[in-house]
C-alpha cells in the first residue's frame, strides 16, 4: 500500500511538473499582435513566440527548446545539432529584452518580399521589385506554424554566423512585420522585417 501512494505521489508530482508551462500573464504580455487585422493567426504566432523568447529566455528554455528536435512536418532533423544546443546554453544565460510590436510600414515591405520570393521560387535576401526598407530581415522556408518559424530562426541550424538568431534576440529591434506566403519549391515563405 505505502508503495503504491508513493508511486501516485511521484506520478502526480511529475505530471504536474510537465504540464507546467507559459502564464496567461506572460502570454499576454508577448501577445503585442494579438489585435492586428492584418496579421494571419500564423504571422501572430511567429511574433508572440519570439516575444516569448526575447522576454522570459530561461523559461523559453524550458518550455520550448529542451524537447524541440524539429517541426512536425520535418520531424527531428534538430536531433543531434550543434546549433540548437549553442542556443539552450545562449538562453540559459540571456538577460530579457523587450518584445516587438508589430509595425505597418514594416509589414508592407515583408509582405511584398514574401510574395517576390514566392512566386519566383528563390531564397536569400536579393530583391527585384520590393523597396528594401528595413533594418534587418529574416527568412524562414517550409515552416506553416509560427512556433516553427520562430524555431527555425532561433536556432539558425547549419547557419554559421547565426544572423537570424541574433536579429530576433537583439534588443536594438522594436518593430517587426511578418507575412507567410505561398512558395513554389518550399511550400511556404515567412519573411520578417525588423526595424528600430
Given at each position: 500500500m505505502t508503495r503504491m501512494l508513493l508511486l501516485f505521489v511521484f506520478i502526480t508530482n511529475f505530471s504536474f511538473v510537465s504540464a507546467q508551462t507559459?502564464?496567461?500573464?506572460?502570454?499576454?504580455?508577448?501577445?503585442?499582435?494579438?489585435?492586428?487585422?492584418?496579421?494571419?493567426?500564423?504571422?501572430k504566432e511567429t511574433i508572440l513566440y519570439i516575444?516569448?523568447?526575447?522576454?522570459?529566455?530561461?523559461?523559453?528554455?524550458?518550455?520550448?527548446?529542451?524537447?524541440?528536435?524539429?517541426?512536425?512536418?520535418?520531424e527531428n532533423y534538430l536531433k543531434n545539432s550543434t546549433y540548437r544546443e549553442?542556443?539552450?546554453?545562449l538562453l540559459s544565460t540571456m538577460q530579457p529584452v523587450n518584445a516587438l510590436y508589430f509595425d505597418l510600414d514594416t509589414y508592407t515591405g515583408a509582405k511584398c518580399f514574401a510574395k517576390e520570393q514566392g512566386e519566383a521560387g528563390t531564397i536569400g535576401h536579393s530583391r527585384k521589385t520590393c523597396k528594401a526598407d528595413y533594418d534587418a530581415e529574416c527568412c524562414s522556408y517550409g515552416m506553416d506554424t509560427g512556433r516553427d518559424i520562430a524555431m527555425q530562426l532561433l536556432i539558425d541550424d547549419d547557419v554559421?554566423?547565426?544572423?537570424h538568431r541574433l536579429i530576433c534576440l537583439d534588443k536594438a529591434y522594436t518593430k517587426v512585420g511578418v507575412s507567410l506566403q505561398p512558395h513554389k519549391k518550399w511550400d511556404?515563405?515567412?519573411?520578417l522585417n525588423f526595424n528600430r
Open positions: 507559459w502564464t496567461s500573464a506572460q502570454l499576454e504580455k508577448a501577445n503585442t499582435a494579438r489585435d492586428i487585422a492584418t496579421l494571419t493567426p500564423v504571422e516575444n516569448l523568447c526575447r522576454l522570459y529566455p530561461k523559461d523559453f528554455l524550458k518550455y520550448e527548446v529542451v524537447n524541440y528536435y524539429g517541426s512536425e512536418k520535418y549553442s542556443l539552450m546554453k554559421p554566423s547565426l544572423g511556404v515563405v515567412a519573411v
